[in-house]
Nanobody, 122 residues
């Protein structure tokens, strides 16, 4: 299994950035997919999750209204569109997958790859 996150970069506060997560070696549509992030000195946190069956995504409170997660099962790709970026959004962003019914629970996700760095300048 490979999940490759890309699209990170440096952006000014208030700006926008889009991330992509491309999957291989798995049946993408069979998995819940999620974005995690980890800032320096902080624990890794679940940012957003997309249920395999569709429906309303999950967002952590700090990104609600600013981030949008989506997926294209035909392309084996998940996206995270981020707007209104804040300094505190600075982190390495990782993509992850899960088949557990508790799709909003971070512990049930497997995180893959090196992630992509998002840096927001204040």
């Amino acid at each position: 299994v490979q999940l490759q996150a890309s699209g990170g970069g440096l952006v000014q506060a208030g700006g926008s950035l889009g991330l992509s997560c491309t999957a291989s070696g798995l049946t993408f549509r069979s998995y819940h997919m999620a974005w995690f992030r980890q800032a320096p000195g902080q624990e890794r946190e679940l940012v957003a999750a997309s249920r395999r069956s569709g429906g309303e995504p999950y967002y952590t409170d700090s990104v609600k209204g600013r981030f949008t997660v989506s997926r294209d099962n035909a392309k084996n790709t998940m996206y995270l569109q981020m707007s209104g970026l804040k300094f505190e959004d600075t982190a390495v962003y990782y993509c992850a997958n899960s088949q557990n019914v508790q799709w909003r629970v971070a512990e049930w996700y497997n995180i893959w790859g090196q992630g992509t760095q998002v840096t927001v300048s204040s």
